[in-house]
């Protein structure tokens, strides 16, 4: 179990009570600057200078729109150290709204290349809720999504539907018809932000229902992120098919206790 972390800071009860009203929170200075730099050089050991070097199919998913590297903290001690920090974890349990311990799902680099490069992985995200991923687990949801070096608002930074948690899971909004017939709601529920424009260090953290997504990456220079999805540790598996959990002997309803997921956090007492 990691101690707390100096390098990660705690969120604090403005940005808590932010991220309940509005279903995100920008945190910035999550982590040190230096810490930042040094997980960028992790980065790149992976995807390369300019984030375009070829890697196993075994070992990243390249997404229309971005590349990722799943489970860099089982490789890079750096990254280890952020994805089990105590002190991530807590942040977690404030942002659950009660306390309990918490568990490690999934971890990732992404890098969303510039368009000049010509890459398809420069492409506009879609509007999306992450209910797709999350249908292994009976409970909420967080993604921590952590700029590892300056994402300008020109080089897909995150937008979000604020507000939009409240309206539940709404089906593949990347479906058009589907996103079709819920817009007219959204528009009039929730407030689209302007891309959220981070320095190094900085993060932002969402529930699962916050519908997001991202325009092109038009700026000049690879957009740098790690990224994190946390849960309650008592959160109980449905038996969903999952790209997360099948195979791994898991019984439904009972506990995602497994070495894959561990648990980074623990209450006092």
């Not at 991220?19 to 600057?33: C, Q, S, Y």
């Not at 490690?104 to 879609?126: D, E, F, I, R, Y």
């Not at 070096?149 to 930074?157: K, T």
């Not at 959990?245 to 995602?256: I, Y």
Request: glycine share 10%; proline share 6%.
């Amino acid at each position: 179990m990691s101690t707390k972390n100096p390098l990660i800071r705690e969120v604090t009860d403005k940005e808590v009570d932010f991220f309940f009203e509005n279903g995100w929170v920008k945190l910035p200075g999550l982590i040190d600057a230096e810490f930042s730099a040094a997980l960028l050089d992790g980065a790149k050991r992976v995807f390369g200078e300019n984030g375009d070097k070829p890697l196993g199919k075994d070992a990243s998913l390249d997404l229309a729109w971005f590349r990722t590297y799943d489970e860099i903290a089982n490789e890079d001690e750096r990254f280890n150290e952020l994805a089990t920090s105590n002190t991530l974890g807590y942040n977690a349990s404030r942002l659950f709204g009660r306390v309990s311990p918490i568990r490690l799902m999934q971890n990732s680099l992404m890098v969303k290349l510039p368009t000049k490069g010509g890459s398809k992985q420069s492409a506009a995200t879609a509007w999306h809720q992450d209910t797709g991923a999350h249908l292994f687990s009976d409970a909420n949801s967080v993604n921590v999504w952590v700029a590892l070096d300056e994402v300008g608002a020109d080089m897909g930074a995150m937008q979000f539907y604020s507000g939009s948690h409240k309206l539940g899971n709404l089906g593949d909004l990347k479906d058009p018809e589907i996103w079709e017939g819920w817009q007219p709601r959204i528009e009039r529920s929730c407030s689209l932000t302007d891309p959220v424009a981070l320095q190094p260090g900085d993060a932002t953290i969402h529930t699962h229902f916050m519908i997001h997504g991202t325009k092109e990456n038009s700026g000049n220079s690879p957009r740098w992120a790690w990224g994190a999805m946390l849960l309650p540790a008592d959160a109980r598996y449905t038996g969903a098919q999952s790209y997360y959990t099948d195979g791994l002997g898991l019984e439904p309803f009972g506990s995602l206790e497994h070495p894959n997921f561990p648990v980074i956090y623990k209450p006092a007492g």
